[in-house]
């Protein structure tokens, strides 16, 4: 890709970032007066922080290109990521011995892993992790209110 | 003298037979629930804490059991990240940089061995600087009011600018970010709520282990997506196991240094152990100048953290023994073992029942020394997780992510942030921000901002304060000659002709 991509992107992002943090603390008030700091002040310190390095890189960005990834690795990350909100929403009701399995099956599949090494790996790890976690280190995973339901 | 004799009793007592079996115990136990993401020697302890009084175990013994468990899972912490990547908690952040450099260079066995090594410097140099120092830092100690704290925390910021290399504006945005993630929630001086988007469960903030584990471990599981392959061992080398002597002597040195400024650091009570890790290394780094290779796998990044980290858990008892102020959860957690053996920690305690302070003392001597000698034959075994395919370790990586962030506060949403810190981590690796700051901006910046804050009530909005004391003013000064050294270094070197030593990035 051309040269200094990837800092002014970045630059970019820091200046709106910086920007919407500023505005949003406009409203932190306090109205009694023991507190003469306030809490604007250190979210404004922040954004002012923020701000000014996004000018400094927008001003001299790097002449380090950014090495982005190409259409299969876009494609893999891309799903990685909505998986782990897709997991994040099945851990309730799938619990998590079920979840874990899917989601890990999956990546193991995304690493290359051959498909049914990785269900078998998958679904091994995962119930060694309960086990681990609720009976040796009393921790609550939840367990799949799908299948409490349906016992009921 | 009194010391050095009480010091004396205390180390009888913890090698009696039953009491080395407890530590023993205790540093295994610790390694394993360590070497899970997430599980610092914080969650270690209070976790084992009630099946410790379970057991029915004599108090005194009981501490020596809690200081194993405290080493191990502080090591056990310390092998999953440097070969994975993946911090468990904010002081072994710094130990991530050069860690996992070496890890990927095939150099996993000496930076395992070196991190054993430092811990165990760390704590016996910094048990001699307890029994000799105790009383006269708890002293010092004590002087550290609110604009000190600001003044000391704006040092370690400022040692940390060096990490950025020469991408100042980069450090400066991570550490900027890092602030800004640390007022999220409910601002504990006015209630006023801060970039909560009325979400309650933002109210209480963001957890460092969910943010630290979206920066780290799922950008690095993304990084290694991307350019994946079939099959292939994670790290096609191990190489050797233990350091060579050259290794050895070469970081002699760094973990003297590490340990005292962990040691001094650790006095102060507040996020000691990781202004001392993050300090020690930047200090380092300044010493080592155009010849060290920080931040690309130079051994001595993670020597001077790791002496730096245990040095401070020794000096973390002197406000916990002599104010009874916890410096740290670890420390809060022993003081509730101590509460528990009907010892009230104070002013006399030295005094007092001195066979109480050095008998800890003693133990997490003992604690660190069982590590040493059962963790450094274990090297060779650890490093055998990287033979893992990459199929089935990266996966099996998030999958203990997931846990480790779910386990915080028991909720999903947590694992939605991590998988958005992830993607933040994944394009400020891309476009070249370092990661470290962030995390001690986040840890750091609610204290400093209480610091301020404090301060500033007290004077009733005099920002003299920050300056009345000399010793704020001294901190002020290494803030700034930390800035402003390297800079004028840099120039002075750059005007010599051919500049030695790799370039940072």
Avoid: C
């Amino acid at each position: 890709m051309t040269r200094p991509r990837g800092d002014t992107l970045a630059g970019a992002a820091l200046l709106v970032l910086a920007v919407a943090v500023a505005f949003e603390a406009r409203g932190f008030r306090v109205e009694f007066l023991t507190d003469p700091v306030g809490p604007r002040a250190f979210p404004w310190l922040a954004a002012l922080l923020l701000g000014t390095a996004g000018v400094a890189l927008l001003a001299r960005p790097a002449a380090a290109a950014v090495v982005w990834p190409r259409v299969g690795g876009w494609r893999r990350l891309t799903l990685a990521t909505v998986s782990f909100l897709a997991y994040a929403a099945l851990l309730a009701p799938l619990g998590f011995v079920l979840a874990t399995t899917l989601e890990v099956t999956l990546l193991s599949r995304a690493f290359g892993g051959r498909p049914w090494r990785s269900v078998l790996a998958a679904a091994a790890f995962s119930a060694t992790l309960y086990l681990a976690f609720v009976y040796g280190l009393a921790l609550s995973l939840p367990t799949g209110t799908l299948f409490t339901a349906w016992s009921r | 003298m009194d010391a050095i004799l009480h010091l004396a009793d205390g180390f009888a007592f913890a090698l009696q037979p039953i009491n080395l079996f407890l530590a023993v115990a205790g540093v295994v136990i610790g390694t394993v629930v360590g070497l899970l993401p997430g599980i610092g020697p914080i969650n270690a302890i209070a976790i084992l804490i009630p099946i410790t009084f379970a057991a029915g175990i004599a108090p005194a013994s009981a501490l020596i059991l809690l200081a194993g468990i405290y080493y191990g899972s502080q090591y056990g912490n310390s092998i999953s990240t440097i070969l994975l990547n993946v911090p468990g908690t904010a002081s072994a952040v710094v130990t991530a940089l050069d860690g996992y450099a070496m890890t990927r260079q095939g150099r996993a066995g000496p930076a395992l061995a070196s991190a054993a090594v430092a811990s165990f410097a760390g704590g016996t140099l910094s048990i001699f600087g307890l029994a000799l120092l105790a009383p006269a830092l708890a002293r010092w100690a004590i002087r550290f009011g609110p604009a000190e704290y600001f003044a000391l925390m704006l040092f370690a910021f400022a040692a940390l600018s060096s990490l950025a290399g020469r991408h100042l504006a980069k450090g400066i945005a991570a550490t900027a970010f890092g602030l800004l993630l640390g007022t999220v929630g409910l601002d504990p001086h006015s209630a006023v709520p801060r970039f909560t988007f009325g979400q309650l469960k933002l109210l209480d903030g963001l957890d460092f282990v969910v943010v630290t584990i979206g920066l780290f471990a799922v950008s690095e599981v993304l990084l290694l997506l991307e350019q994946t392959g079939p099959g292939r061992a994670a790290v096609t080398s191990v190489g050797r196991v233990f350091m060579s002597a050259r290794e050895l002597s070469h970081t002699a040195w760094t973990m003297v240094r590490g340990s005292v400024i962990g040691f001094v650091v650790g006095v102060l009570p507040g996020a000691g152990g990781t202004i001392a890790s993050f300090v020690a290394y930047a200090a380092e780094e300044r010493v080592a100048g155009a010849h060290g290779s920080f931040g690309q796998g130079d051994i001595r990044g993670v020597a001077a953290p790791e002496a730096a980290n245990n040095a401070a858990a020794t000096g973390a008892m002197i406000p916990l023994l002599t104010l009874g102020v916890p410096g740290s959860g670890t420390t809060a957690v022993m003081l509730g073992a101590l509460l528990g053996m009907n010892v009230t920690p104070g002013p006399l305690l030295i005094e007092r029942s001195p066979e109480i302070f050095w008998g800890l003392a003693a133990s997490m001597y003992i604690g660190n020394l069982v590590l040493l000698m059962l963790n450094l034959p274990l090297v060779g075994i650890f490093v055998r997780i990287l033979k893992l395919p990459r199929w089935f370790l990266f996966p099996a990586v998030a999958a203990l992510s997931f846990v480790a962030v779910y386990a915080v506060n028991n909720t999903a949403f947590d694992i939605v942030l991590m998988a958005g810190f992830g993607v933040v981590g994944y394009a400020m690796r891309k476009t070249g921000f370092p990661l470290a700051p962030v995390i001690l901006a986040l840890v750091l910046g609610p204290l400093m901002e209480t610091n301020l804050r404090r301060a500033l009530a007290l004077s009733g909005g005099e920002w003299g304060i920050l300056f009345s004391s000399p010793l704020a003013v001294a901190l002020w000064a290494l803030a700034a000659a930390s800035v402003g050294l390297p800079a004028v270094l840099r120039r002075r070197a750059a005007a010599l002709p051919p500049p030695i030593g790799p370039a940072s990035e």
